[in-house]
């Protein structure tokens, strides 16, 4: 028989048990369904990792993989008849969108079987719960019992597998990203990078990652999100290098962020949208034109602080933006420009090439104060202290602003302290001030 393999978030051959099943199940036919809605709003540097992931998956299935576009809920089905397959293989998703979408698939397919195997997380979000069987709702004892449950090995990488065909359409094409530094898609770049970070730079990851002017972090967020590579590949891979220490210990820690805020959605799927913890309900934000031109100042890179606008305009060229960074731009937001988390969130999950619902939402709620665990409200990110500390030469900044390139060292940091270069803006706020204004904001909305 004929069992259909339809990719989504598991762009990958190797550690992948969806497609072993399918492969005890038949002869396999590689999908991916390529939503023109979606595709479209993506923007370049997405578009170019997702072609460039989907055509590796062509290449490594031997020039088979289907792509067809529209509706999964259309599409899959159609397909399934087509070709009479009796089953479709797919990895979980356990996201909001994800359910809904797969629950229409599966009515859609009548006697044809759905087959869910495995997630996307080292451990299934609904899986790790407190004694009594409810949720965790704060990180360090859900990542005690993390860690103590463990996780599976690997799957092996099929050695064999007897692919099928049918007619697709053309493979996505990948824009043209000139010299912009983005990541390199696919399977075996993923690998490739990987390896190098755990031979040469996770030692030091404790120490170093807060650097964005310099290269320090996995650089997996992407690859994980469309699953080029699995985390329990990277758990396994440290726990085999027989490496320990503080550089490991918070690198697992970060993989298991990613699977708390999964696990987190998976038991409050309306948190993609609204408060976690609604003792900020009440809160009042910025409204209007003028609050409509602030927002546009901090989506350009046009705030007048050089840290923020370094960081915007790398996330709009690159598709991608430090940690760090994505703290300080989204404090900047929400605490400097009294705006709703929500906006931000919804801008970062347009452009990031890793934009990922749990985590880049809960990510927001957490700079804002409406999320998981005791969120520091008060803490409000000073732009200019930030940059000096993290980026101590200003070697990041200029990278990505080029109107200050003639300011050396971190001076770049105060360019209002000698003559503003041209073309540079002047700052939207005056940060002290509004640091006050937020902390007032705060204590009204938490009633105080
Ligand atoms: P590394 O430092 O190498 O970390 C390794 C992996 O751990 C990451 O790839 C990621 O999968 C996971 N991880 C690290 N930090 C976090 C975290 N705080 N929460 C959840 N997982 C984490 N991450 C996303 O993958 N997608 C997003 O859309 C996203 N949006 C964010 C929005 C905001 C406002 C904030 C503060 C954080 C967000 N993050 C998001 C988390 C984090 O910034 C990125 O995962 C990280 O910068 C990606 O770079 P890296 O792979 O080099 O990370």
């Given at each position: 028989p004929t069992a259909i393999h339809w990719f989504r978030r598991d762009?990958?051959?190797?550690?992948n048990p969806a497609l072993i099943a399918a492969r005890e199940a038949g002869d396999v036919l590689p999908l991916f369904v390529l939503d023109p809605a979606i595709w479209e709003k993506s923007g370049n540097p997405r578009k170019h990792f997702l072609a460039g992931c989907l055509a590796e998956l062509h290449e490594a299935t031997d020039g088979h993989l289907v792509v067809r576009h529209g509706k999964p809920e259309d599409v899959v089905p159609a397909l399934a008849e087509e070709v009479g397959a009796a089953s479709v293989h797919v990895a979980g998703d356990t996201g909001p969108y994800g359910r809904r979408r797969d629950a229409a698939v599966e009515k859609a397919l009548g006697d044809v079987e759905l087959v869910r195997t495995g997630s996307p997380y080292a451990v299934a979000p609904g899986t790790i719960t407190k004694d009594d069987g409810t949720p965790f709702k704060v990180f360090t004892p859900f990542s005690r019992r993390w860690r103590d449950h463990g996780w599976h090995d690997p799957a092996p990488r099929p050695r064999t597998v007897t692919w099928t065909r049918a007619d697709g359409e053309d493979l996505p094409e990948a824009p043209d990203?000139?010299?912009?530094a983005v990541l390199e898609p696919g399977e075996s770049a993923a690998r490739k990078r990987w390896e190098q970070f755990l031979d040469e730079r996770i030692a030091d990851y404790d120490d170093q990652?807060?650097?964005?002017?310099?290269?320090?972090?996995?650089?997996?967020s992407a690859h994980l999100h469309f699953g080029t590579v699995h985390p329990r590949t990277l758990l396994h891979d440290i726990a085999e290098s027989g490496q320990t220490g503080t550089g490991v210990d918070t690198y697992v820690t970060e993989l298991c962020w990613r699977d708390f805020y999964a696990d987190v959605l998976w038991h409050r799927p309306e948190t993609a949208r609204e408060?976690?913890?609604?003792?900020?309900?009440g809160m009042t934000y910025s409204s209007g034109k003028h609050a409509d031109e602030d927002f546009e100042a901090w989506a350009a890179g046009r705030t007048g602080f050089p840290v923020v606008d370094a960081a915007m305009r790398q996330l709009l060229a690159e598709g991608w933006m430090h940690n760090r960074m994505r703290m300080i731009t989204a404090s900047f937001l929400v605490k400097?420009?009294?705006?709703?988390?929500t906006r931000g969130a919804r801008y970062f999950m347009q452009h990031l090439?890793?934009?990922d619902l749990a985590s880049n939402n809960h990510g927001w709620q957490w700079v804002a104060g409406?999320?998981?665990?005791?969120?520091?409200?008060?803490r409000v990110f000073n732009p200019v202290t930030q940059g000096q500390k993290f980026d101590p030469d200003g070697d990041y900044v200029r990278r990505y602003v080029?109107?200050?390139?003639?300011i050396e060292g971190k001076a770049v940091h105060e360019p209002?302290?000698?003559?503003?270069?041209?073309g540079y803006p002047e700052r939207i706020v005056d940060h002290k001030h509004e640091r006050e204004v937020a902390l007032d904001r705060y204590a009204k909305a938490r009633g105080r």
């Amino acid at each position: 028989p004929t069992a259909i393999h339809w990719f989504r978030r598991d762009l990958r051959l190797g550690d992948n048990p969806a497609l072993i099943a399918a492969r005890e199940a038949g002869d396999v036919l590689p999908l991916f369904v390529l939503d023109p809605a979606i595709w479209e709003k993506s923007g370049n540097p997405r578009k170019h990792f997702l072609a460039g992931c989907l055509a590796e998956l062509h290449e490594a299935t031997d020039g088979h993989l289907v792509v067809r576009h529209g509706k999964p809920e259309d599409v899959v089905p159609a397909l399934a008849e087509e070709v009479g397959a009796a089953s479709v293989h797919v990895a979980g998703d356990t996201g909001p969108y994800g359910r809904r979408r797969d629950a229409a698939v599966e009515k859609a397919l009548g006697d044809v079987e759905l087959v869910r195997t495995g997630s996307p997380y080292a451990v299934a979000p609904g899986t790790i719960t407190k004694d009594d069987g409810t949720p965790f709702k704060v990180f360090t004892p859900f990542s005690r019992r993390w860690r103590d449950h463990g996780w599976h090995d690997p799957a092996p990488r099929p050695r064999t597998v007897t692919w099928t065909r049918a007619d697709g359409e053309d493979l996505p094409e990948a824009p043209d990203m000139g010299d912009t530094a983005v990541l390199e898609p696919g399977e075996s770049a993923a690998r490739k990078r990987w390896e190098q970070f755990l031979d040469e730079r996770i030692a030091d990851y404790d120490d170093q990652r807060n650097r964005p002017d310099l290269d320090t972090t996995s650089r997996m967020s992407a690859h994980l999100h469309f699953g080029t590579v699995h985390p329990r590949t990277l758990l396994h891979d440290i726990a085999e290098s027989g490496q320990t220490g503080t550089g490991v210990d918070t690198y697992v820690t970060e993989l298991c962020w990613r699977d708390f805020y999964a696990d987190v959605l998976w038991h409050r799927p309306e948190t993609a949208r609204e408060y976690y913890n609604d003792e900020l309900k009440g809160m009042t934000y910025s409204s209007g034109k003028h609050a409509d031109e602030d927002f546009e100042a901090w989506a350009a890179g046009r705030t007048g602080f050089p840290v923020v606008d370094a960081a915007m305009r790398q996330l709009l060229a690159e598709g991608w933006m430090h940690n760090r960074m994505r703290m300080i731009t989204a404090s900047f937001l929400v605490k400097d420009l009294h705006q709703e988390w929500t906006r931000g969130a919804r801008y970062f999950m347009q452009h990031l090439v890793d934009g990922d619902l749990a985590s880049n939402n809960h990510g927001w709620q957490w700079v804002a104060g409406t999320g998981t665990d005791a969120a520091p409200y008060f803490r409000v990110f000073n732009p200019v202290t930030q940059g000096q500390k993290f980026d101590p030469d200003g070697d990041y900044v200029r990278r990505y602003v080029p109107e200050l390139r003639g300011i050396e060292g971190k001076a770049v940091h105060e360019p209002w302290k000698g003559d503003l270069p041209e073309g540079y803006p002047e700052r939207i706020v005056d940060h002290k001030h509004e640091r006050e204004v937020a902390l007032d904001r705060y204590a009204k909305a938490r009633g105080r």
